[in-house]
């Protein structure tokens, strides 16, 4: 009987065949954690009696959600965190490497790896066929210091996406649209596989969109198959040795299917307060927003600048908007430095802001005021999301961001890039 | 192990947001504070009105969002005796199974606010002492029952002196 992507790469550590339901302990093969999840991680594992585990030495940190830090509390967490790193070898990316998931697709992941995470969107490294699942940091902690997990072998829901969008319709769109047909908890505890020919011809940056916002749907993990865009994307980033290729076999077994066909898809918007509160952006079009963000680990890419550049060419962001563009990395911000792309946006009037989460965990960078609006390219627009219960954040992509922050209202990115 | 108290009742789709919001981040590592502050959002008298053995009443997906371990943890604290739901967000039910905050599944629709519940976690039976309504529980994974046993999973590794999880914990129902 074929496997699933999941299945498959949950079986190579596995004694035997791993299959959808089997409760296993499987190896880890990456464990991470950041400076919000991090420090209770560190305490747990002195609790465990496992800080000196020499295994710690392979451990990721990242410190991305409050930094620089806005206070003493959260700097505090930040010198324990970098005190582990010293003491155990764990090695610590510092405020402005980047925000872990894209710091992890660029460097660290790799086809057929367990990667567990102390944030929910571990999962966006799935985009590179690995098996990547967020979890809390005690957990973690044990698969930092043991180098396992358990977990059920998920069950997993098929994504056929086809068509071919409209040039202002992205991946962002397309996630977008799944989680509002399927529900905030559509998904739970599975995996989605993204397949399909619009996925074989999307770039890594739109690959790892999808696989990002799979747990907006409540999933444990989103995969797609290993290529040649994945091959070149690893290539890209010196780390072509560890490449293989991993597909789904073809008589895999899936519990659904389903089908998106993006040929009419629209520009999507996620609606506060809930991310499946989905609808065309012909639906908010004209609401008046007072910030905008173009960033985090769901859309903070070069390819997401480029698109953000390309709408907003020839214009300045509205004057009662504050245009917030965080690059997601390091890797990225340098990118587009060296392409002209971040004076570009600046001389629109955008902020350019350093590699980090920003604003979208509601800690810094852009909190909102009472009765503001913010349009987002992030992933969460739960209430208080973005710091303050009493605002509304919109989701949506890049190019719809960037059209919104020209106009100064939610604006159909089609009909500045069309 | 029992857990009796009182109802306080919530709609669906509750967030890690209304939790543990982004804005008390800084707690995080000051967790008797942050539990000060828990569910204010949906509640803003929750975290002052809670009792010890208190159970916390919700609609579906419970805990969606975010894998912040310190939303169960600061429950806990709060003086919550368990999170009874219709349906729990996987990375929640996760963590709270992990630091010993019980998390029962039922049918949660006929629950009012004030009402006296009694949970028996080895027998996986819920009843609403104030109705007279047993409850059918949906029963937790082997896996989850024994952590929660062993009091969370610092006390389970401590035990065992690691991961003591073997194909004997599978179960037919219930996910992880």
């Given at each position: 009987m074929g496997q699933t992507l999941v299945e498959k790469v949950l079986s190579r550590g596995a004694a035997g065949t791993?299959?959808?339901g089997d409760f296993i302990v499987a190896g880890v093969d990456i464990a991470l954690a950041h400076d919000g999840t991090g420090p209770l991680t560190v305490r747990q594992l002195q609790a465990m009696d496992l800080s000196r585990s020499p295994r710690l030495a392979s451990a990721l940190l990242f410190l991305d959600h409050g930094l620089p830090s806005p206070r003493r509390e959260l700097s505090n967490d930040h010198v324990l965190l970098r005190e582990f790193a010293r003491e155990t070898g764990a090695r610590l990316h510092e405020c402005g490497y980047g925000i872990c998931h894209q710091v992890v697709a660029e460097e660290y992941a790799r086809p057929g790896a367990v990667i567990v995470g102390a944030d929910s969107h571990t999962c966006t490294a799935g985009a590179l066929g690995a098996m990547a699942t967020g979890m809390g940091s005690t957990d973690v902690a044990v698969a930092m210091a043991l180098g396992q997990t358990w977990l059920r072998v998920p069950a997993t829901m098929r994504v056929e996406i086809t068509g071919t969008p409209d040039p202002a319709v992205s991946a962002?769109?397309?996630?977008?649209?799944?989680?509002?047909?399927?529900?905030?908890?559509?998904?739970?505890?599975?995996?989605?596989?993204?397949g399909g020919i619009t996925v074989e011809q999307l770039d890594m940056a739109g690959r790892l969109t999808l696989c990002n916002m799979a747990v907006e749907a409540g999933a444990k993990t989103g995969l797609v198959a290993s290529d040649d865009t994945t091959r070149s994307f690893m290539e890209a980033n010196?780390?072509?040795?560890?490449?293989?290729?991993?597909?789904?076999?073809?008589d895999a077994?899936?519990?659904?299917?389903?089908?998106?066909?993006?040929?009419?898809?629209?520009?999507?918007?996620?609606?506060?307060?809930?991310?499946?509160?989905?609808?065309?952006?012909?639906?908010?079009?004209?609401?008046?927003?007072?910030?905008?963000?173009?960033g985090s680990c769901t859309n903070g890419r070069l390819e997401d600048?480029?698109?953000?550049?390309?709408?907003?060419?020839?214009?300045?962001?509205?004057?009662?908007?504050?245009?917030?563009?965080?690059?997601?990395?390091?890797?990225?911000?340098?990118?587009?430095?060296?392409?002209?792309?971040?004076?570009?946006?600046?001389?629109?009037?955008?902020?350019?802001?350093?590699?980090?989460?920003?604003?979208?965990?509601?800690?810094?960078?852009?909190?909102l005021g009472d009765g503001e609006v913010c349009l987002a390219t992030t992933n969460r627009n739960f209430q208080g999301r973005m710091g303050n219960p009493r605002s509304a954040v919109y989701l949506a992509s890049p190019a719809t961001a960037a059209a919104t922050a020209a106009t100064g209202v939610i604006t159909d990115p089609r009909e500045v890039l069309s | 192990m029992i857990v009796e108290g009182l109802a306080h009742v919530f709609g669906d789709g509750v967030t890690t947001d209304h939790i543990t919001p982004g804005r008390y981040y800084h707690l995080r590592s000051d967790l008797p504070r942050l539990a000060k502050h828990v569910l204010e959002d949906a509640d803003p008298e929750f975290a002052g009105r809670v009792q010890p053995g208190d159970l916390v009443v919700a609609g579906r997906n419970f805990g969606q969002g975010s894998s912040r371990e310190h939303a169960a943890l600061a429950?806990?604290?709060?003086?919550?005796?368990?999170?009874?739901?219709?349906?729990?967000?996987?990375?929640?039910?996760?963590?709270?199974?992990?630091v010993g905050l019980p998390v029962v599944v039922c049918d949660t629709a006929g629950i009012a606010a004030?009402?006296?519940?009694?949970v028996d976690l080895a027998a996986g039976t819920l009843v609403n002492l104030s109705s007279g309504q047993r409850l059918s529980v949906t029963p937790?994974?082997?896996?989850?029952?024994?952590?929660?046993?062993?009091?969370?999973?610092?006390?389970?590794?401590?035990?065992?002196?690691?991961?003591?999880?073997?194909?004997?914990?599978?179960?037919?129902?219930?996910?992880?």
């Open positions: 791993a299959r959808a962002k769109d397309m996630i977008l649209s799944l989680i509002g047909q399927l529900g905030a908890d559509g998904a739970t505890y599975m995996a989605v596989e993204f010196g780390r072509e040795a560890d490449w293989e290729a991993l597909a789904p076999d073809a077994v899936y519990s659904s299917t389903i089908n998106l066909d993006c040929g009419r898809l629209e520009p999507q918007v996620s609606r506060p307060h809930q991310v499946d509160l989905v609808s065309p952006v012909g639906e908010v079009a004209g609401l008046a927003v007072q910030q905008v963000v173009i600048l480029q698109v953000a550049a390309r709408a907003l060419a020839g214009r300045t962001v509205h004057r009662d908007v504050r245009l917030l563009v965080i690059p997601a990395s390091r890797r990225v911000y340098l990118q587009a430095l060296s392409l002209g792309l971040l004076e570009q946006l600046a001389r629109a009037g955008a902020v350019i802001c350093s590699p980090g989460c920003g604003p979208c965990p509601g800690v810094h960078g852009g909190v | 429950l806990r604290l709060a003086g919550v005796g368990a999170v009874v739901a219709a349906s729990v967000a996987r990375i929640f039910m996760r963590n709270a199974i992990n004030g009402q006296r519940l009694r937790l994974p082997q896996v989850m029952i024994r952590l929660l046993r062993d009091g969370g999973l610092v006390e389970h590794v401590r035990l065992h002196g690691g991961l003591a999880i073997g194909e004997s914990e599978g179960a037919d129902s219930g996910d992880g």
